[in-house]
Protein backbone atom coordinates (compact mmCIF):
# COMPACT_ATOMS: atom_id res chain seq x y z
CA UNK A 1 0.00 0.00 0.00
CA UNK A 2 3.03 2.82 0.96
CA UNK A 3 4.25 1.96 -2.27
CA UNK A 4 1.17 2.22 -4.21
CA UNK A 5 -0.12 5.19 -2.75
CA UNK A 6 3.53 7.34 -2.94
CA UNK A 7 3.54 6.40 -6.91
CA UNK A 8 0.25 7.81 -6.55
CA UNK A 9 1.55 11.29 -4.63
CA UNK A 10 4.61 11.54 -6.67
CA UNK A 11 2.70 11.64 -10.21
CA UNK A 12 2.98 14.14 -13.33
CA UNK A 13 1.37 17.16 -12.74
CA UNK A 14 -2.21 17.31 -13.33
CA UNK A 15 -4.99 19.88 -11.84
CA UNK A 16 -5.28 20.38 -8.11
CA UNK A 17 -8.14 18.45 -6.58
CA UNK A 18 -11.31 20.71 -5.56
CA UNK A 19 -12.72 20.29 -2.48
CA UNK A 20 -11.44 17.11 -1.99
CA UNK A 21 -8.29 14.97 -0.86
CA UNK A 22 -6.39 11.63 -1.82
CA UNK A 23 -7.33 9.63 1.34
CA UNK A 24 -6.88 5.97 1.36
CA UNK A 25 -9.87 4.04 2.53
CA UNK A 26 -10.09 0.35 2.60
CA UNK A 27 -6.99 -0.10 0.17
CA UNK A 28 -7.54 2.19 -2.84
CA UNK A 29 -7.42 5.77 -2.83
CA UNK A 30 -10.25 8.36 -3.06
CA UNK A 31 -9.62 11.41 -4.85
CA UNK A 32 -13.59 12.77 -4.94
CA UNK A 33 -14.30 12.98 -0.75
CA UNK A 34 -15.12 16.56 0.97
CA UNK A 35 -13.46 17.34 3.58
CA UNK A 36 -16.10 18.92 5.66
CA UNK A 37 -18.38 16.44 8.09
CA UNK A 38 -21.17 17.03 10.15
CA UNK A 39 -24.40 14.58 11.17
CA UNK A 40 -22.06 11.43 9.27
CA UNK A 41 -22.03 12.38 6.21
CA UNK A 42 -18.76 14.65 4.41
CA UNK A 43 -20.45 17.75 3.49
CA UNK A 44 -19.59 20.46 0.48
CA UNK A 45 -21.31 23.99 1.09
CA UNK A 46 -24.31 24.82 -0.82
CA UNK A 47 -22.64 28.54 -1.67
CA UNK A 48 -20.10 29.53 -3.87
CA UNK A 49 -16.87 30.58 -1.86
CA UNK A 50 -13.14 30.95 -2.12
CA UNK A 51 -10.87 27.89 -2.00
CA UNK A 52 -7.40 28.06 -0.21
CA UNK A 53 -4.79 25.69 -1.43
CA UNK A 54 -3.19 22.92 0.92
CA UNK A 55 0.00 21.49 0.04
CA UNK A 56 2.30 18.64 0.30
CA UNK A 57 5.34 19.67 1.96
CA UNK A 58 7.48 16.98 0.40
CA UNK A 59 7.05 17.93 -2.98
CA UNK A 60 5.62 21.64 -2.66
CA UNK A 61 2.74 20.48 -5.07
CA UNK A 62 -0.70 21.55 -4.53
CA UNK A 63 -3.15 18.67 -2.66
CA UNK A 64 -6.02 19.56 -2.61
CA UNK A 65 -8.21 23.17 -2.23
CA UNK A 66 -10.17 23.62 0.95
CA UNK A 67 -13.70 24.99 0.81
CA UNK A 68 -13.76 27.03 4.17
CA UNK A 69 -17.42 26.97 6.36
CA UNK A 70 -19.17 29.97 6.89
CA UNK A 71 -22.17 30.91 9.10
CA UNK A 72 -24.80 28.36 7.30
CA UNK A 73 -22.12 25.50 7.58
CA UNK A 74 -21.22 26.01 11.53
CA UNK A 75 -24.61 26.83 12.36
CA UNK A 76 -25.55 23.25 10.66
CA UNK A 77 -22.41 21.54 12.10
CA UNK A 78 -23.30 22.69 15.86
CA UNK A 79 -26.93 21.99 15.62
CA UNK A 80 -25.85 17.93 14.39
CA UNK A 81 -24.09 17.96 17.45
CA UNK A 82 -26.46 19.35 19.91
CA UNK A 83 -28.70 16.68 18.23
CA UNK A 84 -25.87 13.73 19.36
CA UNK A 85 -25.65 15.22 22.40
CA UNK A 86 -28.50 14.23 23.57
CA UNK A 87 -28.58 10.92 23.18
CA UNK A 88 -25.05 10.57 23.75
CA UNK A 89 -25.15 12.25 27.54
CA UNK A 90 -28.13 9.67 28.56
CA UNK A 91 -26.06 6.91 27.67
CA UNK A 92 -24.02 5.10 30.56
CA UNK A 93 -19.92 5.29 30.77
CA UNK A 94 -19.94 1.41 29.74
CA UNK A 95 -22.17 2.09 26.60
CA UNK A 96 -19.72 5.43 25.44
CA UNK A 97 -17.00 3.14 26.54
CA UNK A 98 -17.73 0.56 23.93
CA UNK A 99 -18.38 2.60 21.13
CA UNK A 100 -14.94 4.23 22.01
CA UNK A 101 -12.64 1.57 22.26
CA UNK A 102 -14.62 -0.05 18.96
CA UNK A 103 -13.10 2.75 17.41
CA UNK A 104 -9.33 2.60 18.71
CA UNK A 105 -9.72 -1.27 17.24
CA UNK A 106 -10.35 0.66 13.70
CA UNK A 107 -7.59 2.93 14.03
CA UNK A 108 -5.38 0.60 14.91
CA UNK A 109 -6.72 -1.77 11.99
CA UNK A 110 -5.61 1.42 9.93
CA UNK A 111 -2.89 2.54 11.22
CA UNK A 112 -0.70 2.61 8.14
CA UNK A 113 -3.34 4.87 5.60
CA UNK A 114 -3.69 6.88 8.28
CA UNK A 115 -0.61 7.93 8.90
CA UNK A 116 0.29 7.94 5.00
CA UNK A 117 -2.20 10.09 5.20
CA UNK A 118 -0.42 12.35 8.60
CA UNK A 119 2.68 11.89 6.02
CA UNK A 120 1.63 13.20 3.63
CA UNK A 121 -0.34 16.20 4.58
CA UNK A 122 2.27 17.21 7.56
CA UNK A 123 5.17 16.54 5.91
CA UNK A 124 7.08 14.48 9.35
CA UNK A 125 8.34 10.84 8.65
CA UNK A 126 6.36 7.87 8.45
CA UNK A 127 8.16 6.54 11.43
CA UNK A 128 6.61 9.50 13.58
CA UNK A 129 3.56 9.44 11.89
CA UNK A 130 2.59 5.84 13.16
CA UNK A 131 3.39 6.60 16.71
CA UNK A 132 1.06 9.88 16.44
CA UNK A 133 -1.58 7.31 15.53
CA UNK A 134 -0.45 5.21 18.51
CA UNK A 135 -0.90 8.01 20.87
CA UNK A 136 -4.44 8.53 19.18
CA UNK A 137 -6.03 5.39 20.04
CA UNK A 138 -4.04 4.96 23.46
CA UNK A 139 -5.92 8.66 24.14
CA UNK A 140 -9.40 7.11 22.74
CA UNK A 141 -8.38 3.61 25.02
CA UNK A 142 -7.59 5.19 27.87
CA UNK A 143 -10.50 7.62 28.30
CA UNK A 144 -12.60 4.65 27.54
CA UNK A 145 -11.80 3.25 30.55
CA UNK A 146 -12.50 6.34 32.39
CA UNK A 147 -16.14 7.09 30.90
CA UNK A 148 -17.63 4.41 33.71
CA UNK A 149 -15.88 5.71 36.77
CA UNK A 150 -17.36 9.22 36.38
CA UNK A 151 -18.94 9.57 39.84
CA UNK A 152 -20.06 12.18 42.16
CA UNK A 153 -19.72 12.55 46.14
CA UNK A 154 -22.38 11.55 48.91
CA UNK A 155 -21.99 14.07 52.26
CA UNK A 156 -23.88 13.35 55.04
CA UNK A 157 -25.84 16.19 57.04
CA UNK A 158 -27.02 16.95 59.88
CA UNK A 159 -30.95 15.39 60.96
CA UNK A 160 -31.00 12.56 58.14
CA UNK A 161 -30.75 15.05 55.58
CA UNK A 162 -27.93 14.63 52.96
CA UNK A 163 -25.98 16.02 49.70
CA UNK A 164 -24.43 14.74 46.76
CA UNK A 165 -22.73 16.19 43.17
CA UNK A 166 -23.53 14.77 40.12
CA UNK A 167 -20.85 15.37 37.37
CA UNK A 168 -22.59 16.33 33.88
CA UNK A 169 -21.24 16.69 31.03
CA UNK A 170 -21.34 20.53 29.52
CA UNK A 171 -22.86 19.91 25.67
CA UNK A 172 -20.93 21.02 22.43
CA UNK A 173 -17.37 21.23 22.78
CA UNK A 174 -15.58 22.93 20.05
CA UNK A 175 -11.82 21.53 19.48
CA UNK A 176 -9.49 23.71 17.60
CA UNK A 177 -6.44 21.70 16.04
CA UNK A 178 -2.62 23.37 15.38
CA UNK A 179 -0.36 21.84 12.33
CA UNK A 180 1.83 19.69 14.21
CA UNK A 181 -0.41 16.68 15.36
CA UNK A 182 -3.32 16.68 13.05
CA UNK A 183 -4.80 13.57 14.05
CA UNK A 184 -3.23 13.20 17.26
CA UNK A 185 -4.77 16.72 18.52
CA UNK A 186 -8.28 15.60 17.06
CA UNK A 187 -8.27 12.32 19.38
CA UNK A 188 -6.64 14.21 22.55
CA UNK A 189 -9.19 16.87 22.53
CA UNK A 190 -12.52 14.72 21.00
CA UNK A 191 -11.96 11.51 23.68
CA UNK A 192 -12.04 13.11 27.11
CA UNK A 193 -15.06 15.30 25.76
CA UNK A 194 -17.39 12.44 24.40
CA UNK A 195 -15.60 10.01 27.57
CA UNK A 196 -18.05 13.11 29.75
CA UNK A 197 -20.98 12.27 27.41
CA UNK A 198 -20.12 15.57 25.42
CA UNK A 199 -20.33 16.13 21.38
CA UNK A 200 -17.78 18.17 19.49
CA UNK A 201 -16.99 20.08 16.86
CA UNK A 202 -13.56 20.38 15.37
CA UNK A 203 -11.85 22.72 13.23
CA UNK A 204 -8.84 21.44 11.80
CA UNK A 205 -5.86 23.94 10.78
CA UNK A 206 -6.22 24.79 7.31
CA UNK A 207 -2.41 24.03 6.64
CA UNK A 208 -3.30 20.47 7.47
CA UNK A 209 -6.93 19.61 7.68
CA UNK A 210 -7.20 15.93 5.96
CA UNK A 211 -6.84 12.98 8.78
CA UNK A 212 -9.30 15.24 11.13
CA UNK A 213 -12.16 13.89 8.49
CA UNK A 214 -10.43 10.57 8.69
CA UNK A 215 -11.23 10.16 13.13
CA UNK A 216 -15.21 11.36 11.85
CA UNK A 217 -15.52 8.61 10.33
CA UNK A 218 -14.40 6.04 12.23
CA UNK A 219 -15.92 6.99 15.22
CA UNK A 220 -19.35 6.93 13.25
CA UNK A 221 -18.07 3.75 11.73
CA UNK A 222 -17.65 2.52 15.25
CA UNK A 223 -21.39 3.15 16.61
CA UNK A 224 -21.53 6.66 17.34
CA UNK A 225 -24.57 8.79 16.76
CA UNK A 226 -24.54 11.24 13.56
CA UNK A 227 -23.12 14.60 14.71
CA UNK A 228 -21.09 13.33 17.66
CA UNK A 229 -18.08 14.05 16.71
CA UNK A 230 -17.97 16.61 13.31
CA UNK A 231 -15.55 18.21 11.37
CA UNK A 232 -15.39 21.92 10.25
CA UNK A 233 -12.87 23.34 7.70
CA UNK A 234 -11.42 26.66 7.69
CA UNK A 235 -9.33 29.44 8.93
CA UNK A 236 -9.84 32.57 11.63
CA UNK A 237 -13.37 33.47 10.35
CA UNK A 238 -14.70 29.90 10.60
CA UNK A 239 -13.14 29.44 14.08
CA UNK A 240 -14.88 33.07 15.34
CA UNK A 241 -17.93 31.84 14.24
CA UNK A 242 -17.22 28.44 16.42
CA UNK A 243 -16.20 30.79 19.56
CA UNK A 244 -18.78 32.89 19.49
CA UNK A 245 -21.66 30.46 18.72
CA UNK A 246 -24.14 30.42 21.57
CA UNK A 247 -24.98 26.54 21.44
CA UNK A 248 -21.11 26.11 22.09
CA UNK A 249 -20.12 25.12 25.37
CA UNK A 250 -16.38 25.25 25.58
CA UNK A 251 -13.61 25.95 23.22
CA UNK A 252 -10.45 23.87 23.25
CA UNK A 253 -7.22 25.56 21.59
CA UNK A 254 -3.72 24.33 20.56
CA UNK A 255 -1.96 26.94 18.93
CA UNK A 256 0.04 30.30 19.01
CA UNK A 257 -0.16 32.47 21.98
CA UNK A 258 -1.66 35.26 20.07
CA UNK A 259 -4.33 33.42 18.92
CA UNK A 260 -5.08 31.81 22.00
CA UNK A 261 -5.83 35.13 23.65
CA UNK A 262 -7.73 36.32 20.74
CA UNK A 263 -10.02 32.87 21.37
CA UNK A 264 -10.00 33.53 25.44
CA UNK A 265 -11.15 36.90 24.52
CA UNK A 266 -14.27 35.40 21.96
CA UNK A 267 -15.22 32.61 24.75
CA UNK A 268 -15.39 35.02 27.84
CA UNK A 269 -18.28 36.87 25.68
CA UNK A 270 -20.42 33.94 26.79
CA UNK A 271 -18.16 32.81 29.88
CA UNK A 272 -17.24 30.07 28.28
CA UNK A 273 -14.41 28.01 29.67
CA UNK A 274 -11.01 26.93 27.52
CA UNK A 275 -8.52 24.97 27.66
CA UNK A 276 -5.49 26.56 25.64
CA UNK A 277 -2.22 24.30 25.10
CA UNK A 278 0.13 27.52 23.66
CA UNK A 279 3.56 28.32 22.65
CA UNK A 280 6.69 27.40 24.48
CA UNK A 281 10.48 28.65 24.67
CA UNK A 282 11.14 25.62 27.16
CA UNK A 283 15.00 25.27 28.47
CA UNK A 284 16.68 21.91 29.00
CA UNK A 285 19.82 21.79 31.64
CA UNK A 286 22.87 19.44 31.20
CA UNK A 287 24.69 19.10 34.71
CA UNK A 288 28.35 18.08 34.30
CA UNK A 289 27.70 14.84 36.31
CA UNK A 290 24.98 13.31 33.69
CA UNK A 291 25.79 10.74 31.26
CA UNK A 292 26.64 12.63 28.56
CA UNK A 293 26.06 10.20 25.63
CA UNK A 294 22.18 10.11 27.73
CA UNK A 295 21.76 13.88 27.46
CA UNK A 296 22.66 13.97 23.98
CA UNK A 297 19.84 11.94 22.71
CA UNK A 298 17.48 13.50 24.97
CA UNK A 299 18.88 17.21 23.14
CA UNK A 300 17.75 15.63 19.81
CA UNK A 301 14.92 14.14 20.95
CA UNK A 302 13.79 17.86 22.26
CA UNK A 303 14.75 19.43 19.53
CA UNK A 304 13.90 17.63 16.27
CA UNK A 305 11.43 15.53 16.54
CA UNK A 306 8.27 16.89 13.71
CA UNK A 307 11.04 19.28 11.87
CA UNK A 308 11.79 21.31 14.95
CA UNK A 309 7.75 21.99 14.98
CA UNK A 310 6.57 20.70 18.42
CA UNK A 311 5.31 23.26 20.74
CA UNK A 312 7.00 21.77 24.28
CA UNK A 313 10.76 21.39 22.71
CA UNK A 314 13.93 22.73 24.39
CA UNK A 315 15.47 24.44 22.33
CA UNK A 316 17.72 26.51 24.62
CA UNK A 317 19.86 23.71 25.94
CA UNK A 318 22.08 24.91 28.86
CA UNK A 319 25.11 22.98 28.90
CA UNK A 320 27.60 22.82 32.35
CA UNK A 321 30.87 24.50 30.86
CA UNK A 322 32.89 21.88 32.15
CA UNK A 323 31.39 19.28 29.83
CA UNK A 324 30.45 21.80 26.61
CA UNK A 325 33.39 21.36 24.11
CA UNK A 326 32.42 17.57 24.71
CA UNK A 327 28.69 18.12 24.75
CA UNK A 328 28.79 20.01 21.79
CA UNK A 329 31.21 17.69 19.59
CA UNK A 330 28.70 15.08 20.14
CA UNK A 331 25.52 16.69 19.46
CA UNK A 332 27.18 17.82 16.24
CA UNK A 333 28.19 14.70 15.19
CA UNK A 334 24.89 13.09 15.46
CA UNK A 335 22.68 15.99 13.91
CA UNK A 336 24.71 16.09 10.63
CA UNK A 337 24.21 12.41 10.81
CA UNK A 338 20.03 12.54 10.47
CA UNK A 339 18.69 11.82 7.54
CA UNK A 340 16.61 14.29 5.42
CA UNK A 341 14.30 13.22 2.58
CA UNK A 342 10.90 11.62 1.19
CA UNK A 343 9.19 11.14 4.96
CA UNK A 344 7.62 8.45 3.16
CA UNK A 345 10.56 6.51 3.01
CA UNK A 346 11.54 4.50 6.39
CA UNK A 347 15.51 5.59 6.59
CA UNK A 348 13.88 9.33 6.48
CA UNK A 349 14.31 10.62 10.10
CA UNK A 350 13.65 14.43 9.04
CA UNK A 351 10.64 15.36 6.56
CA UNK A 352 9.66 18.80 5.06
CA UNK A 353 8.70 21.51 7.25
CA UNK A 354 4.80 22.18 6.58
CA UNK A 355 4.92 25.48 4.50
CA UNK A 356 6.94 27.20 2.12
CA UNK A 357 6.19 30.32 4.03
CA UNK A 358 7.32 28.28 7.54
CA UNK A 359 10.42 27.35 6.32
CA UNK A 360 11.21 30.75 5.36
CA UNK A 361 10.67 32.03 8.68
CA UNK A 362 13.18 29.28 10.40
CA UNK A 363 15.99 29.83 8.03
CA UNK A 364 15.28 33.44 8.66
CA UNK A 365 15.64 32.99 12.54
CA UNK A 366 19.12 31.31 11.66
CA UNK A 367 19.86 34.67 9.68
CA UNK A 368 19.33 36.76 12.31
CA UNK A 369 20.90 34.42 15.08
CA UNK A 370 24.57 35.17 12.90
CA UNK A 371 23.78 39.02 12.82
CA UNK A 372 23.47 38.94 16.71
CA UNK A 373 26.45 36.64 17.22
CA UNK A 374 25.52 33.01 17.42
CA UNK A 375 28.29 30.70 15.56
CA UNK A 376 26.59 28.16 13.04
CA UNK A 377 27.85 24.70 14.29
CA UNK A 378 25.98 22.84 11.73
CA UNK A 379 23.08 23.06 9.07
CA UNK A 380 20.86 25.71 9.32
CA UNK A 381 20.65 25.83 5.12
CA UNK A 382 18.27 24.90 2.47
CA UNK A 383 17.85 21.48 1.73
CA UNK A 384 17.70 19.79 -1.39
CA UNK A 385 16.88 16.36 -2.17
CA UNK A 386 18.46 14.51 -4.84
CA UNK A 387 15.33 13.03 -6.41
CA UNK A 388 13.95 15.24 -8.48
CA UNK A 389 10.30 14.97 -7.31
CA UNK A 390 10.98 16.30 -3.86
CA UNK A 391 12.80 19.31 -4.88
CA UNK A 392 10.08 21.90 -4.56
CA UNK A 393 9.39 21.14 -1.19
CA UNK A 394 10.32 22.22 2.33
CA UNK A 395 13.36 20.63 3.46
CA UNK A 396 16.18 22.43 5.54
CA UNK A 397 19.20 20.78 7.78
CA UNK A 398 18.90 20.81 11.28
CA UNK A 399 20.82 23.47 12.60
CA UNK A 400 22.95 23.70 16.38
CA UNK A 401 24.01 27.12 17.04
CA UNK A 402 27.20 27.77 19.81
CA UNK A 403 28.00 30.98 21.61
CA UNK A 404 24.64 31.69 22.51
CA UNK A 405 23.44 34.67 24.73
CA UNK A 406 20.26 35.04 27.24
CA UNK A 407 19.25 38.23 24.93
CA UNK A 408 19.46 36.54 21.75
CA UNK A 409 16.60 36.60 19.09
CA UNK A 410 17.01 32.59 18.61
CA UNK A 411 17.05 32.17 22.80
CA UNK A 412 14.19 34.12 23.37
CA UNK A 413 11.31 33.67 20.27
CA UNK A 414 9.75 30.43 19.76
CA UNK A 415 11.36 29.36 16.06
CA UNK A 416 9.29 26.29 15.66
CA UNK A 417 11.94 24.66 13.56
CA UNK A 418 14.84 22.40 13.87
CA UNK A 419 17.44 24.93 15.03
CA UNK A 420 18.90 24.36 18.29
CA UNK A 421 20.34 27.07 20.32
CA UNK A 422 23.48 26.04 23.06
CA UNK A 423 24.46 27.86 26.18
CA UNK A 424 26.47 27.30 28.73
CA UNK A 425 26.20 27.87 32.55
CA UNK A 426 28.44 27.66 35.69
CA UNK A 427 25.87 27.05 38.70
CA UNK A 428 22.63 25.59 39.45
CA UNK A 429 21.39 28.84 40.98
CA UNK A 430 22.42 31.09 38.41
CA UNK A 431 20.98 28.43 35.63
CA UNK A 432 17.63 28.20 36.92
CA UNK A 433 17.13 31.88 37.17
CA UNK A 434 18.06 32.01 33.24
CA UNK A 435 15.75 29.30 32.78
CA UNK A 436 12.91 30.68 34.41
CA UNK A 437 13.74 34.02 32.67
CA UNK A 438 11.25 33.45 30.08
CA UNK A 439 7.06 34.58 29.92
CA UNK A 440 6.51 31.00 28.62
CA UNK A 441 6.39 27.71 30.66
CA UNK A 442 5.32 24.70 28.73
CA UNK A 443 7.77 22.42 29.54
CA UNK A 444 11.31 21.69 31.65
CA UNK A 445 13.88 19.11 31.47
CA UNK A 446 17.10 18.40 33.55
CA UNK A 447 20.16 15.57 33.23
CA UNK A 448 21.89 14.60 36.23
CA UNK A 449 22.99 11.39 38.13
CA UNK A 450 22.33 13.41 41.50
CA UNK A 451 18.63 12.13 42.10
CA UNK A 452 18.33 15.18 45.03
CA UNK A 453 19.65 17.67 42.40
CA UNK A 454 16.80 16.52 40.20
CA UNK A 455 13.52 16.79 42.24
CA UNK A 456 15.38 20.40 43.41
CA UNK A 457 15.67 21.41 39.97
CA UNK A 458 12.65 20.42 39.28
CA UNK A 459 10.78 21.90 41.95
CA UNK A 460 12.14 25.13 41.15
CA UNK A 461 11.40 25.17 37.10
CA UNK A 462 8.37 27.18 36.34
CA UNK A 463 7.00 24.85 33.73
CA UNK A 464 3.59 22.88 33.57
CA UNK A 465 5.46 19.56 32.38
CA UNK A 466 8.81 18.60 33.35
CA UNK A 467 11.45 15.63 32.41
CA UNK A 468 14.16 14.09 34.16
CA UNK A 469 16.73 12.28 32.28
CA UNK A 470 14.61 12.62 29.05
CA UNK A 471 12.73 14.85 26.94
CA UNK A 472 9.50 14.90 25.32
CA UNK A 473 7.72 11.81 26.44
CA UNK A 474 3.65 12.15 26.37
CA UNK A 475 2.26 8.95 27.75
CA UNK A 476 -1.78 9.94 27.43
CA UNK A 477 -2.27 9.04 31.19
CA UNK A 478 0.28 11.94 32.34
CA UNK A 479 -1.58 15.72 32.17
CA UNK A 480 0.02 17.73 29.77
CA UNK A 481 0.21 21.62 29.51
CA UNK A 482 1.75 24.74 30.15
CA UNK A 483 2.34 27.36 33.01
CA UNK A 484 2.31 31.49 32.84
CA UNK A 485 1.47 31.93 29.06
CA UNK A 486 2.02 28.40 27.87
CA UNK A 487 -2.16 27.69 28.09
CA UNK A 488 -4.62 27.35 30.71
CA UNK A 489 -5.90 23.56 31.95
CA UNK A 490 -4.24 20.39 30.83
CA UNK A 491 -4.82 17.62 27.99
CA UNK A 492 -4.49 13.86 29.06
CA UNK A 493 -4.61 12.36 32.32
CA UNK A 494 -7.47 11.99 34.76
CA UNK A 495 -7.83 15.36 35.61
CA UNK A 496 -8.62 16.39 32.01
CA UNK A 497 -11.96 14.89 32.90
CA UNK A 498 -13.00 17.95 35.49
CA UNK A 499 -12.08 20.50 32.13
CA UNK A 500 -14.88 18.89 30.07
CA UNK A 501 -17.43 18.35 32.99
CA UNK A 502 -19.34 20.30 35.74
CA UNK A 503 -20.49 19.41 39.21
CA UNK A 504 -23.86 19.88 39.90
CA UNK A 505 -24.59 19.57 44.18
CA UNK A 506 -27.64 18.54 44.81
CA UNK A 507 -29.12 19.08 48.77
CA UNK A 508 -31.58 16.47 49.95
CA UNK A 509 -33.48 17.83 53.02
CA UNK A 510 -34.91 14.50 55.40
CA UNK A 511 -36.68 16.99 57.65
CA UNK A 512 -39.00 20.26 57.81
CA UNK A 513 -37.49 23.68 56.56
CA UNK A 514 -36.34 25.64 59.62
CA UNK A 515 -37.66 28.71 58.27
CA UNK A 516 -36.74 32.61 59.79
CA UNK A 517 -39.93 33.66 58.19
Known amino acids: MLQRLAAYLRRPAAAPLVASVRCVSSGSVDITAPLNFWAGKRRTSREKRDTESVYEPATGRVLCHLEPCGAVEVNQAVEAAKSAFGHWSKMSGMERARIMIEAAHIIESRREEIAEMEVVNNGKSITEARLDVDSARLCIEYYAGLASTLAGQHVQLPGGSFAYTRREPLGVCVGIGAWNYPFQIAAWKSAPALACGNSMVFKPSPVTPVTAVLLAELYTKAGAPEGLFNVVQGGQETGSLLCHHP ?47 NAVRGALMANFLSQGQVCSNATRVFVQRDILPEFVEEVVRRTQAIEIG ?22 SFVDQAKKEGATVLCGGEPFIPSDPKL ?6 TPCVLGNCTDEMTCVKEEIFGPVMSVLSFESEEEVLQRANDSTLGLAAGVFTSDVRRAHRVVEHLKAGSCFINNYNITPVEVPFGGFKMSG ?9 IEYYSQLKTVFVEMGDVDSLF
Not at 342 to 363: I, Q, Y
Not at 488 to 496: D, L, P, S
Open 247 to 293: DVAKVSFTGSVPTGKKIMEMASKGVKPVTLELGGKSPLLIFQDCDVE
Open 342 to 363: DPLLESTRMGALVSRPHLEKVL
Open 391 to 396: RGGYYM
Open 488 to 496: IGRENGQVT
